[in-house]
């Protein structure tokens, strides 16, 4: 519910729907690159203009919308930002409050080591560890769930000594990825998407065999 995501926010950051409202966080999980990303850019190569992830997750919820042409649907990408560059929704976040995935933040350690060091907090999957996106929310207006009950997230790195060590990890060392295999996974990204994604983006056309003039 909206109301679950307004609630443990500032103002500055709230959903502007009531608070039974319907949403739905969409996950991308390992298994994307090959069953919609490939297939996507294999079929539409000549209309791929920008980011070819961003266009995909687009595309697949475009296709969601029109399954529910009598519902007023409300798509929310994570990349997208209001005027005062603020992003429009707050994946990690919301992912945590819809119990897909927790968020840990520094205020799940207690015996914090970092002084004044910014932290930056992160969303682990009890399935896929690190090895998965939060790529939107659908918002259903006209929906109201007042029955819903609240489901928690799995809370999968329960040692004070396992949270810092995934904050370290994902603050100092995100790069290499280790974080993402803080817990036992059941699936992780492939070679080739793991490439894909340590490449700057300019470069990933080539990977994906898209011309300069698509870019």
């Known amino acids: 519910k909206v109301g679950w995501y307004n609630a443990v926010l500032q103002?500055?950051?709230?959903?502007?729907?009531?608070?039974?409202?319907?949403?739905?966080?969409?996950?991308?999980?390992?298994?994307?690159?090959?069953?919609?990303?490939k297939p996507f850019v294999n079929k539409e190569r000549l209309k791929i203009i920008r980011d070819p992830v961003d266009q995909c997750i687009s595309h697949h919820l475009?296709?969601?919308?029109?399954?529910?042409?009598?519902?007023?649907?409300?798509?929310?990408?994570?990349?997208?930002?209001?005027?005062?560059?603020?992003?429009?929704?707050?994946?990690?976040?919301?992912a945590h409050v819809a119990g897909a995935a927790y968020y840990y933040q520094r205020k799940d350690v207690k015996l914090d080591p970092w002084g004044k060091q910014k932290i930056f907090g992160v969303c682990i999957h009890p399935k896929y560890?690190?090895?998965?996106?939060?790529?939107?929310?659908?918002?259903?207006?006209?929906?109201?769930?007042?029955?819903?009950?609240q489901p928690s997230p799995v809370d999968c790195v329960s040692t004070e000594q396992k949270r810092i060590e995934l904050l370290e990890q994902f603050n100092f060392h995100w790069q290499d990825g280790r974080y993402r295999d803080i817990i036992e996974v059941k699936e992780r990204y492939s070679e080739e998407q793991k490439a894909y994604f340590a490449t700057p983006p300019a470069e990933r056309f080539r990977l994906l065999g898209l011309s300069q003039e698509a870019q």
Request: hydrophobic share 45%.
């Open 11 to 37: 103002p500055a950051f709230h959903l502007p729907y009531p608070d039974d409202t319907l949403a739905f966080v969409v996950l991308s999980t390992p298994s994307m690159f090959d069953k919609a990303l």
């Open 129 to 149: 560890g690190g090895w998965f996106a939060i790529r939107g929310l659908l918002l259903f207006p006209d929906i109201q769930v007042p029955f819903l009950e």
């Open 62 to 94: 475009s296709r969601v919308k029109e399954k529910f042409p009598d519902q007023r649907v409300d798509v929310m990408f994570d990349y997208e930002m209001l005027p005062s560059r603020k992003p429009k929704f707050l994946a990690q976040t919301a």
